[in-house]
């Protein structure tokens, strides 16, 4: 089935209105997602390869060929193959991995002066014998025949010295392989249940940053920046008056430094002045919650927007004395951008463009760091009759949300986050500002299904859309089919 972008939006519309069941509509939307993409991304090529390679043009696609390059040496005290640049850089008789059908190039660099060659049997392939130091020869061939097959020197006694090595052949297209990384979606169910009637106390809050490589869309994934591995950071919740004693703890693994600025504090930089923090190491910093409201919390380590668009915010709720107007179910859901490099919905592991997130040009839209967060993997659940609080904020870093609930009404809106003011009453869109929050409340009156949104809706198509399942009874006063009934 072929589904370009708009049938993408009008097939999501439909399975809305017509309350299709869960599971054919999920199937649905996801053949419209992969489809939408499919018809516009130019061959891509896997970036986790040579240096060499990524020297070729894109979008040369299978003719491009796959470089390496081997300096013959002595390596723990025999004759080896010592890898150059990109994967195999500094390996000694490294794998050259590559795909079926792929054009392969090796370059072979004299190392140590003696007389070398390397020689593939299985494809009668052979460089020319490089003689004295830094003499070179280069060959290739097409990787027709799948599996693992040996390269050697053929100067009689060097095979037998250490100098072999294998070629992998992978059977499929690169292009269409899957890439996976870990989960980084935050289930927006996961936060912390109302603190109820207690008096202000010291709350000691821990958070980690962690850099991983996590799954963007289904074979597609991303390194992401978090806290606490999931994105957005964890929700947070004090009381108003509460002293918070914040933990910072920068992951030995991490490569840059990473800090945390509260927009719910007060203080130099929202405590970022004091959470600057190298891999490895912990900061601590104490604040006051002083002023009741839902705040965006990120990490404001330059490149600020940097660290933001990789995934580092979240919110902290400060309740005011007593709480909020309690609800039956509390969901935890934020918007934010990615820049990569190649075109939404292409697969396999993507990079972030610096050009494209300072001119502000995102390719990925999304609710909780990734493609289908809020439609396959995690969809919000209630039944009829619940009120439904959703505490929602953006990250960003630069796109406001016009967040919109399809097919519902908000009964309470806390504008731009404030909880002390009186909140609106029966509001269909509400603005939300990059490094603001909100939060909506609803009661739901009739089953099926409804679809979170903002209402710039070109951004669905960029991967923004979540789903609110509804069981229940389907209420016919409030909406049916067809003429008004006697
Ligand atoms: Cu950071």
Not at 14 to 32: E, G, I, K, N, Y
């Amino acid at each position: 089935m072929i589904f370009h972008r708009f049938g993408a939006v009008v097939g999501l519309m439909m399975a809305a209105l017509l309350s299709v069941p869960a599971a054919h509509a999920d199937q649905h939307q996801q053949m419209a997602q992969k489809a939408a993409p499919a018809a516009d991304a130019p061959a891509m090529k896997d970036k986790s390869k040579s240096h060499e390679e990524e020297k070729t043009d894109p979008t040369a696609g299978a003719h491009a060929p796959v470089v390496f390059t081997l300096r013959t040496g002595i390596a723990e005290g025999r004759m080896v193959y010592i890898g150059v640049g990109g994967d195999i850089d500094h390996k000694i008789n490294p794998t050259l991995v590559v795909h079926e059908g792929e054009t392969v190039q090796v370059n072979l660099v004299n190392g140590e002066g003696a007389q070398h060659d390397v020689v593939v049997d299985q494809y009668a392939a052979r460089s020319a014998i490089v003689n004295g130091k830094n003499a070179s020869s280069t060959f290739s061939f097409v990787a027709s025949k799948v599996g693992e097959f040996n390269y050697y020197c053929s100067i009689a006694g060097h095979r037998q010295a250490g100098m072999e090595g294998n070629i992998q052949v992978l059977p499929g297209n690169r292009a269409e392989m899957k890439s996976s990384g870990a989960d980084i979606t935050r289930d927006p169910a996961d936060l912390p249940g109302p603190i109820g009637p207690r008096q202000a106390k010291t709350v000691r809050i821990d958070l980690e940053t962690v850099e991983v490589k996590g799954q963007l869309d289904d074979n597609t994934t991303y390194t992401y920046w978090t806290f606490n591995g999931k994105v957005p950071g964890p929700f947070l919740r004090v009381r108003v008056g509460d002293t918070v004693e914040l933990h910072l703890k920068n992951h030995k693994d991490s490569l840059m430094v990473h800090s945390v600025d509260f927009h719910g504090a007060t203080g130099p930089g929202g405590a970022a002045a004091f959470t600057q923090t190298d891999p490895g190491e912990e900061t601590v910093v104490t604040f006051k919650a002083l002023i009741p409201g839902i705040y965006v919390y990120h990490c404001a380590t330059p490149s600020v927007p940097t660290h933001i668009t990789n995934g580092m915010y979240g919110l902290l709720l400060v309740e005011p004395e007593g709480g909020l107007p309690q609800v039956d179910r509390e969901f935890y859901v934020m918007q934010g951008e990615i820049y990569t490099v190649k075109s939404f919905g292409t697969s396999g592991e993507q990079e972030m463009d610096y050009e494209k997130l300072i001119n502000e040009k995102p390719e990925y839209f999304l609710f909780n760091g990734s493609v289908g967060s809020l439609t396959r993997s995690h969809p919000l659940y209630a039944s009829v009759g619940e009120t439904v609080r959703i505490f929602f904020g953006v990250g960003g870093p630069n796109f406001t949300s016009s967040f919109h609930v399809i097919g519902e009404i908000f009964d309470h809106v806390y504008s731009l986050g404030s909880v002390v003011s009186p909140p609106l009453i029966g509001v269909q869109t509400v603005s939300v500002p990059p490094g603001g929050a909100t939060i909506v409340d609803f009661k739901i009156d009739r089953a099926g299904r409804y679809i979170l949104v903002d209402h710039a809706l070109s951004r669905l198509e960029h991967g923004l859309v979540g789903f609110l399942n509804v069981d229940g009874p389907k209420n016919d006063s409030i909406m049916h089919e067809g003429p008004a009934k006697q």
